[in-house]
């Protein structure tokens, strides 16, 4: 894998930690937090729509997503297994909020 990781300030030369992080950590861990949040942008911009359009509001959904975004803060958890996890349960969220949406 690649190491690319500008997630917080620590970052190597104020860019981005680019053979192991600064922190700590690793590649693979990097980019599996990367996805995270890339999910959990999926996982918004459904909870986003479905609040303006339907005023639904799920606050397991918000806490679900405050939780992913604290996940990833450095040094807060760097559990492989638990960040997988957590990417697996954001793309079961994301489905069910496209389910609402369509319905
Ligand atoms: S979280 Fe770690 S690997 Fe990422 S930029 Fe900060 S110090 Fe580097």
Redesign the pocket.
Known sequence: MSMF????Q???KGT??TIK???G?SDDL?NMMDLLLFVTKGVCVYSSALREQKGYENPIVNKFVFDSLFATI?NANFDKASISRRVSKALEVRNMLRDEAKR
């Open positions: 990781c500008y997630q917080c620590e970052a190597a981005g930690c992080g600064v922190c950590k990097a450095t």
